[in-house]
């Protein structure tokens, strides 16, 4: 059976739509450089995301129905709990994303354990919430973190951009990892509107994502894959991407066998497929 195969989803559905939120905070920053945290211009655009794009996006999403996976740092959780709480509450899936955002350093393995760990412990203490997905900060990942991920007990990481449908990872000696949920570039939200001053890109209109996204929405449908969405609420949590979400949403549900579905139910539907 090829990646690309069709999926035979619960009850019939065509296409899987994991409609995923990065809340990074003001992690985006800091983990770039410690220095930012002198600099409450530049954090602002991460406290935008809890202060607004959070409300706002559980917001659109009650409204639509649907649920969703936010995957959140421990330092978010530990500084923006009533956000999170929020989230929780929506019946929304809260999965892990680093400590502070670290981008992972193959080099040092140790460390990749420690922010693993420290992200866990974090998510547990502040929202008594036992994470099975994981999302690399910034999908940057290595064979010994997929490997971690499956010690401590994750059902499935969401990193990679290898293939469209989920599958299982095989570790080095040949045993079973964890459920891949994958990813792409062109099905994120920051490529199109996370603007930065030290790489500055033009912002672009909410008609350019549309079609980026509808297009790529409609050939996965055809498929009979997974459509899995990246999002961020400092950057789709702004007034006109709000817009742009309940629209883009409400488009996906015109088409009959439309799943909405969290990670979790994502990495075990497909398992249940393969068993
Ligand atoms: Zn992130």
Known sequence: ??????????EGNRVAVMLSFDFDAETLW????????????????????????????LETLDGCGVPATFFVPGWTAEHHGGACEAILRGG???????????WIDPDFPEREEEALVKGLDALKATLGVTPTGYR?????????????????GFAYDSSLMDTVNP????????????????????????????????????????????????DEFREIYRWGGLFNLTMHPQVTGRPS?????????GWM???PGVWFARG?????AWSATRT
């Open 136 to 152: 690399s900060p910034a999908w940057e990942t290595s064979p010994n973190m997929i490997a971690l991920l499956r010690r401590h």
């Open 253 to 255: 549900r015109t088409f």
């Open 30 to 57: 800091l983990s770039r450089d410690p220095a930012n945290a002198k600099r409450p211009g530049t954090l602002s655009q991460g406290t935008y995301g809890a202060k607004v794009g959070v409300p706002k996006i």
């Open 167 to 214: 599958y299982r990872h095989t570790l080095a000696d040949g045993s079973e990892g964890p459920v891949e949920l994958p990813v792409h570039w062109s099905l994120d939200d920051a490529p199109f509107a996370l603007f930065s001053v030290r790489a500055p890109r033009t912002i672009v209109t909410n008609d350019h994502m549309m079609q980026v996204w509808q």
């Open 264 to 268: 979790g139910e994502v990495a075990a």
């Open 1 to 10: 059976m090829n990646d690309y195969d069709p999926v035979n989803w619960p």
């Open 92 to 102: 929304h899936e809260i999965g892990h994303h680093g400590y502070l955002h670290e």
């Open 241 to 249: 991407r709000i817009a742009l979400l309940r629209e883009f949403i």
